[in-house]
Each structure stands twice: as structure tokens, then as C-alpha cells.
T-cell receptor
Framework: NAGVTQTPKFRILKIGQSMTLQCAQD?????MYWYRQDPGMGLKLIYY???????DKGEVPNGYNVSRSTTEDFPLRLELAAPSQTSVYFC????????????FGNGTRLTVT | AQKVTQAQTEISVVEKEDVTLDCVYE???????LFWYKQPPSGELVFLIR??????QNEISGRYSWNFQKSTSSFNFTITASQVVDSAVYFC????????????FGKGTRLSVIA
């Protein structure tokens, strides 16, 4: 099993550009999450989904959008990139609810200049 | 709202020393789950342990041990006889059964083990 796969691993964007961070899992997990990690700030939840067709905002959703059309995929969309979105983005999944540990992807390092 | 505090930003120890990483949490829920994750220099996040609020038994796994105390709202992590490979950022996290946010992380403690 590949687990949670994130693409790309690195990306540099110019201010105002758009992009989609891809996330796919092959474990048939219902729950999927997007976190961002800023230096010294831990991980902050951007959006999460409890199943196909259902998404909800996390702590820092502004500037991002998500969709969950299938169980496997949970892409994160940045519409108008800003320098404040420079971060490392982690996608994660878990089989059931809040009691289960998260399986993380390897992250996408995004720089907006 | 739930909150996790890891007061130690960075810790440096010499190999073979014991080290304890502190984690203090806040929650109003009676049912919750506590986690520790490790992030080595390569960047991936690795799950270490989960505890639920009804299980206060301490746990030992090799050189790792965890002390969960509801009375002080703490879930501390001790590494015995530290090794260079233990160098990483360690995150404590809290998930409430009924809270709005699925999982909240502390800011992490960077542990450096010097040979």
C-alpha cells in the first residue's frame, strides 16, 4: 500500500497564481485532513472531510478551498497565492473518527514569492 | 476550545541521557484522546502513541514511556538513554470526542541528541 500520497513535493508560486495540491489515499479511510506547518508553530488544520461529498473548515481556511468527490482524493486549492501561504502542507487520513491516529503524507513545501 | 501546550521549544541532551518532553492540555470534554507524533529531520510525521481519557495507565515501549495524569492535565513523554536517532521534533496532540476541531497540535518540542 502506498498510504497517503501528496504531489508535488515542492512548488514555487508567484503572488496571485493558483494551484492545486493533490492528496490521495489507498486505505479506504473516510476521514481526510489538510494541515499547514509553519516554523515553530506546529500544525494547523485548514480543512477536513468525514467522507465523500462532505467537507468542513478547520482553524485556518481562508485562502483555500477543498473538494471530496471520491473517498480516495482530497485536493486543496489555492486560488490567489499570497506570501503568507508559504508553508509545508500535510495531508492526512484516518479510518474512522477522532480516536484514531492520522496517517500523514510526506508533505508539500510551497513557497510564494 | 481544546488547547495543547508544549512549553519546551528546544531541548538539547547528550547521548544516553534521559529526557522528558512535557505536554499540558486543556479540554472541557470528558472523552478525549491524546497523541504523540515524531517528525524526524526528513520531515515526515510518525505516530507514536494514543491514549484515551479513560485509560490513565502509563505505557512503556522500549526506551519510550508516557505518563498520563488527568489530575494535572498532562501527558508527558520520556526517552530513556537517548540516542542520536531520537533527534526530531515531537508533537503532542488532542482530539475531543465532541469538539469542533478534529485534532489540535501543540507547537512541538525540538529535541537534539548530541553524540
Amino acid at each position: 500500500n502506498a498510504g497517503v500520497t501528496q504531489t508535488p513535493k515542492f512548488r514555487i508560486l508567484k503572488i496571485g497564481q493558483s494551484m492545486t495540491l493533490q492528496c490521495a489515499q489507498d486505505m479506504n479511510h473516510n476521514y481526510m485532513y489538510w494541515y499547514r506547518q509553519d516554523p515553530g508553530m506546529g500544525l494547523k488544520l485548514i480543512y477536513y472531510s468525514v467522507g465523500a461529498g462532505i467537507t468542513d473548515k478547520g482553524e485556518v481556511p481562508n485562502g483555500y478551498n477543498v473538494s471530496r468527490s471520491t473517498t480516495e482524493d482530497f485536493p486543496l486549492r489555492l486560488e490567489l497565492a499570497a506570501p503568507s501561504q508559504t508553508s509545508v502542507y500535510f495531508c492526512a487520513s484516518s479510518p474512522t473518527g477522532r480516536e484514531t491516529p492520522l496517517h500523514f503524507g510526506n508533505g508539500t513545501r510551497l513557497t510564494v514569492t | 476550545a481544546q488547547k495543547v501546550t508544549q512549553a519546551q521549544t528546544e531541548i538539547s541532551v547528550v547521548e544516553k541521557e534521559d529526557v522528558t518532553l512535557d505536554c499540558v492540555y486543556e479540554t472541557r470534554d470528558t472523552t478525549y484522546y491524546l497523541f504523540w507524533y515524531k517528525q524526524p529531520p526528513s520531515g515526515e510525521l510518525v505516530f507514536l502513541i494514543r491514549r484515551n481519557s479513560f485509560d490513565e495507565q502509563n505505557e512503556i515501549s522500549g526506551r519510550y514511556s508516557w505518563n498520563f495524569q488527568k489530575s494535572t492535565s498532562s501527558f508527558n513523554f520520556t526517552i530513556t538513554a537517548s540516542q542520536v536517532v531520537d533527534s526530531a521534533v515531537y508533537f503532542c496532540a488532542l482530539s475531543e470526542a465532541r469538539g469542533n476541531t478534529p485534532l489540535v497540535f501543540g507547537k512541538g518540542t525540538r529535541l537534539s541528541v548530541i553524540a
